[in-house]
């Protein structure tokens, strides 16, 4: 049932004050993922060398564990219950929208910022006219969902999108709020110190649900969702002081002073002058003061920041499952069973958000199908539909194809399931493979005919020739 204008107005400033404190978070998230980081304490009495060290030291440590995850979740089909080629939503939706590249910046967001969407549109292929579905991504900053069982309900009961612009000159929101009927357009501006919330227009989508579907990178039986780097921006901020710290004693105290006590203080000013003149690397100090000592102080070691600094690298890395040669660099005496060892954390947690997004790509698959329609309408309601993603472990081309080999020959495994495990195979390669090995089955068949009939031909050749007396079936 279409909600009313007061309706719709109710929703969006009840959930308003949720959705900006989502977005603030999101925000100070995505900071930090840009690289963008709060920058480390420096003294208040600050020379602009102390200033521009300061600006120096910042490091987007964060941004590189989101990219460690991201780089290896990459989706490459979705099968049906029923048979080994990609579903037909999938072939429907997933190429036209662009999808091999605009999953990316879903999962990003979903790993940083804790929560993503996606929001799904009818509309028509611009050269073709075709009816379809248009998949959209939706960040954070721009999109808030609203449960009734946050933790357990497949679609919320109607979202929040919104961006600030100027209204009346002065800074407002245009704001959509969308419900299982339609979406509503309103804008919200402060007058005289309160908010005025003015509806606009609507659009019916008789989805029977928000077409929106929630990429939920960590929640809990309470339904609260976690950023991969929100936790672990104290340790980062920690990082970037260790890395301040470092510079300023570079810069100011990571070389000796050299000293002279006892002179005799100069009496005129040229003297003075004289006496301060810096030093170069092959001046030599005399004095003609008995009481003269020379001595040098000792610059401040650097070791203990550089230690300190690795230190909490390795607790980033340790708490985020990131392999430590990521953020350190790769030592030269690592085996590689070592290195394979180090990637396991992180491919552990590459296999827990495989589950957590899989199971949304496929609730946003059964849901074009239900607004599509036609022939679409069984995959709607197929539950038992897998995503497939793409392998990213790092192994050679020559350990696959052993592995490979050993299963279909020693286990029998079909060699049409092992494909899809070959190191850079994609779902149309199966397919293309599929393709050439039914043309050489068929090809093999038409010439396995023509040589029976070949034979047979000649059998009766020989038949007809001993009928004849004679033992030459040319001859017949």
Do not use: C
């Not at 990219?67 to 029923?82: I, M, N």
């Not at 495989?354 to 329609?373: D, N, P, Q, T, Y």
């Amino acid at each position: 049932m279409l909600a009313t204008q007061a309706t719709a107005i109710g929703m969006a400033r009840d959930s308003f004050e949720e959705f900006l404190a989502q977005r603030e978070q999101a925000e100070v998230a995505d900071a930090w993922i840009r690289g963008d980081n709060a920058k480390p304490t420096r003294p208040k009495e600050s020379t602009r060398e102390y200033i521009e060290l300061e600006e120096r030291a910042p490091t987007p440590w964060l941004g590189l564990v989101v990219t460690s995850v991201a780089q290896s979740l990459y989706a490459e089909g979705h099968r049906p219950k029923q048979g080994r080629e990609d579903s037909k939503v999938w072939k429907k939706l997933w190429q036209p929208n662009g999808m091999d590249a605009r999953q990316i910046a879903v999962h990003r967001g979903a790993i940083g910022h804790g929560l993503a969407f996606t929001k799904l549109k009818k509309a028509r292929h611009p050269l073709t006219g075709e009816s379809t579905v248009q998949i959209v991504g939706k960040s954070a900053m721009r999109m808030a969902a609203f449960y009734q069982d946050v933790a357990y309900d497949e679609y919320p009961m109607y979202t929040i999108e919104a961006e600030q612009e100027v209204i009346n000159g002065s800074q407002g929101w245009r704001v959509w709020v969308t419900d299982e009927t339609a979406e509503y357009e309103l804008i919200t501006e402060s007058v005289d110190g309160k908010e005025n919330w003015t509806y606009i227009t609507h659009e019916r989508h008789d989805t029977e649900v928000p077409p929106i579907v929630r990429f939920a990178n960590n929640i809990d039986l309470e339904g609260n969702t976690i950023s991969d780097i929100a936790p672990f921006i104290p340790l980062a901020s920690r990082i970037d002081q260790d890395t301040f710290d470092r510079l300023v004693v570079q810069r100011f105290g990571a070389w000796k002073v050299r000293y002279i006590a006892g002179m005799a203080k100069p009496t005129d000013d040229e003297k003075a002058r004289l006496q301060a003149m810096a030093l170069r690397v092959e001046d030599l100090l005399i004095s003609g003061d008995p009481n003269s000592k020379f001595g040098t102080l000792d610059a401040t070691p650097l070791d203990g920041f550089i230690a300190a600094r690795d230190s909490d690298i390795r607790d980033l890395a340790a708490v985020t499952q990131t392999p430590p040669h990521h953020l350190l660099g790769l030592s030269p005496n690592v085996s590689a069973e070592g290195l394979v060892e180090a990637q396991a954390g992180l491919m552990r947690k590459v296999d827990e958000r495989k589950h957590l997004f899989g199971e949304s790509w496929e609730r946003v698959f059964r849901l074009g199908a239900h607004m599509i329609g036609g022939d679409l309408a069984a995959e709607a309601a197929d539950f038992e539909s897998q995503m497939i993603w793409k392998d990213t472990e790092s192994r050679s081309l020559a350990q696959s194809a052993d592995a490979l080999g050993k299963l279909a020959q020693m286990l029998g495994v079909p060699f049409e399931m092992l494909w899809e495990r070959i190191p850079g195979w994609t779902s149309k390669d199966t397919e293309d493979a599929k393709a050439l090995v039914a043309e050489a089955e068929k090809a093999a068949a038409a010439q396995a005919e023509l040589d029976m009939a070949a034979q047979t031909d000649a059998a009766i050749a020989i038949q007809q020739a001993k009928g004849t007396g004679q033992t030459d079936p040319a001859a017949a």
